[in-house]
């Protein structure tokens, strides 16, 4: 009788520890290959070139190497000299042009009131003599608001909230116009990106919440599926002559799903916690709860 307890029990206990191992490998099959779970994740942001509107030599870097700086903040100085020299110039030219405009004005009042002795293409002439010193009034006033404008522009100031990265500027470097030459990260743009493979897009749907966590640090952060990317590089086709398609002729039985990008919002992000553009984060899609 004991020996047939001790059979049962040792049956009872391979059977219980067989089941206990299968339902942990369905549990571990679908966590790693069916549920929306990626280890390929990056944090991104967008990265703002600051390029100066006017060419010169930068005077004053007003700004640190990954410093904090919002939008609006000024970061380095172009020599303005060259710059205010132009606005007197434009200056005085439109206070030239505005006496010459005043000037062709009186005397149109002049010949006007003495018709009867000057000829009427006299009186012509005047009146064209006017038209030409407003059109020449108003190029000065075109001239003098650009010459404010350059001197303006070169102070280059932030255009959004962010962090200056690998800075190498240095005054007396010459800057021509609209190159980049300072990089500032948008920190307003930071999100994850999360690589998932094809076979699981399914199962995701924008609005999703997402746990986050990075590579290196504790704690998890929480995210929600903002857009899913609508199309992806193949690889096995290019463009050939007379725009004809070419398809690579190779093709391999083990087909690899592909992996599509799928953008993942921050909710908040706790302090302590530091996001850089480029670090590794292991993202999860988990089910939406319904409302009640």
């Known amino acids: 009788m004991r020996r047939h307890l001790k059979t049962a029990a040792r049956v009872a206990l391979t059977l219980s520890v067989l ?13 790693y290959q069916e549920e929306p779970w990626t280890r390929d994740a990056r944090v991104r942001a967008d990265v703002v070139g600051i390029a100066p509107d006017v060419s010169g030599l930068v005077s004053e870097i007003l700004v640190q190497d990954n410093a904090t700086v919002h939008r ?3 970061l380095f100085r172009i020599d303005g000299e060259r710059f205010a020299i132009a606005l007197r110039q434009a200056e005085a030219a439109v206070d030239g042009r ?10 149109l009042r002049r010949y006007e009131q003495i018709q009867d002795v000057v000829s009427r293409q006299r009186a012509e002439q005047a009146r064209l003599a ?5 059109a020449a009034l108003e190029q000065g006033i075109a001239d003098q608001r650009l010459a404010a404008l350059n001197l303006e522009r070169s102070e280059v100031r932030a255009s959004v909230n962010g962090t200056v990265t690998n800075l190498a500027l240095r005054p007396g470097d010459y800057v021509p116009s609209g190159k980049a030459v300072l990089a500032l990260v948008d920190t307003d743009s930071l999100r994850v990106e999360g690589y998932f493979e094809e076979t699981k897009l399914p199962r995701i749907h924008p609005g999703d919440p997402v746990a986050i966590s990075l590579m290196g640090q504790s704690g998890t952060l929480t ?6 990317a609508a199309a992806i590089e193949d690889r096995e086709r290019s463009s050939g002559t007379g725009l004809l398609a070419n398809i690579n002729p190779t093709f391999t039985w083990v087909r690899l799903a592909q992996r599509v990008p799928v953008r993942i919002a921050l909710n908040e992000i706790p302090d302590g916690t530091r996001l850089v553009a480029g670090l590794t984060a292991t993202v999860e899609v988990r089910p939406r709860v319904a409302a009640p």
């Open 98 to 107: 505005r006496a010459a405009l005043e000037q062709a004005r009186r005397d």
């Open 19 to 31: 089941a206990g191992a299968v339902l942990t490998g369905r549990d571990l099959w679908r966590h």
């Open 72 to 74: 609006g903040d000024l």
């Open 130 to 134: 006017v038209e030409q010193a407003e």
């Open 223 to 228: 995210g929600h599926v903002q857009s899913i």
